[in-house]
């Protein structure tokens, strides 16, 4: 059985968003914090050989980048994993290999974590994120802690989604004061 593991780089107070928009102009704030160090810490934690559960948002987003990032770990990784991106336009998926995981994710989501394979990882994708974790299918959240209060942009945990209950298990802290901490997924608060 695979393991689904959320991994978000977000700021002290819990925004996630990376790219410039018409409502937020924060774009690249995670940048100066990148270290090797880090890079080690996120790659320990997402594993080298691993698939991907991807929103279609950071799909394209993604198809812009990683494909021309040359050789490298974290590069290689994402590009050789397979994406299973929630789409309504299948038929402009590219950047494979590389599947649509249908009308029912849900349905398509607890098969592929039922299957043998390698772990299946999240990244942005907060539309996705909110379903795993109000079905109950996350086993782990890695969460990309930087030191920077950014105030507005997308967060990583909705205020309209129900509590829900994490353990703690790890962290690290990089040079540049990024903390990687990982969590085991409880479930809803107060019922773990």
Do not use: C
Not at 90 to 103: I, M, R
Request: proline share 4%.
């Amino acid at each position: 059985m695979r393991k689904i593991k959320i991994m978000e780089h977000i700021s002290l107070d819990g925004v996630m968003q990376h790219e410039n928009s018409e409502d937020f102009t924060n774009g690249g704030w995670t940048t100066p914090y990148r270290s090797a160090e880090g890079l080690a810490a996120v790659l320990e934690a997402q594993g080298t050989h691993i698939d991907l559960l991807l929103g279609r948002k950071t799909y394209d987003s993604w198809t812009q980048y990683w494909p021309k990032a040359g050789d490298n770990p974290m590069a290689n990784s994402l590009n050789n994993g397979k994406k299973y991106v929630a789409t309504h336009r299948a038929e402009s998926l590219d950047w494979g290999p590389v599947e649509d995981l249908g009308t029912d994710i849900v349905t398509r989501i607890r098969e592929l974590k039922s299957t043998e394979g390698p772990d299946l990882i999240v990244y942005g994708s907060s539309t996705v994120v909110a379903v795993l974790l109000e079905q109950g299918l996350v086993d782990e959240v890695v969460l990309m802690v930087y030191p920077v209060l950014l105030g507005r942009g997308k967060r990583f945990f909705s205020d309209t989604a129900d509590p829900r209950e994490l353990a703690f298990v790890s962290t690290k802290t990089t040079p540049t004061g990024v903390q990687v901490n990982t969590y085991r997924y409880v479930g809803e608060l107060g019922k773990g």
